[in-house]
């Protein structure tokens, strides 16, 4: 009895140079795609903070030329001692007026938990018209508006970093690279110098009264704060 061979009918064989190649380049494209996606929304993103920035600040600056107050601080009587203001105030919580002291009493641990004249100040620039948002929103956390990398939009009058003096505009949760945008397109872009300074942390990390960060690291998050 004679055992035949077995002989495979298929041949195998591997990817050819040319081919591998293509699906290299194939890969590079897609991964190329990919970066520069999500570098067009980091710009955007950017961009947005900065609108944000300068628009909230010409809205408070609006406000006391209008009405000779600083947001926030404004304690113009009560709901009821409203003269010649618009039908939006009516509408605010009862608690929405400042001690009219010409100072925001705001200190840097509240600046992202919507209290006293931090949060006034928003509500009070919405009773207004010059920002956008319900003046009727209860005082709390919500009445913080949300920025464009996740976090929070607060006001502190306290002293940041040391020597940071006047009313501050902060945003939390901010990347390490828009940091670095933010800061060069408004200020100097050295977190610890200026009008636009910086500390580590991420979430809602309260702006710090004393220490800066000595320089931005892509890899984290910061907390921002630009003196109006």
Known sequence: MKIGKIQKTTKERGFTLIEIAIVLVIIGLLLGGVL????????SRVKSATNDINGIAAAAFSYQDRYGRLPGDDGNGALT??????GAWANIPVTAFGD?????????????????????FFTQLRAAGFITGDPATAIGPAVLPQNPFGGLIGVTGETLYTNMNGTKLCMSNVTGSAGIALDTQL?????????????????????????????YDENLAYTVCFRL
Request: cysteine-free; aromatic content about 4%; hydrophobic content about 30%.
């Open 36 to 43: 520069q996606g999500q570098q067009l929304i980091e710009n």
């Open 81 to 86: 001692n409203l003269t010649g203001r618009g």
């Open 100 to 120: 009219s002291n010409g100072i925001l009493d705001a200190n840097a641990a509240s600046t992202f938990l919507g209290t006293g004249e931090g949060a006034f």
């Open 187 to 215: 200020d100097d872009g050295k977190p610890n110098s200026g009008r636009f300074r910086a500390n580590v942390g991420g979430g809602s990390t309260a702006p710090d009264a004393t220490t800066a960060a000595t320089a």
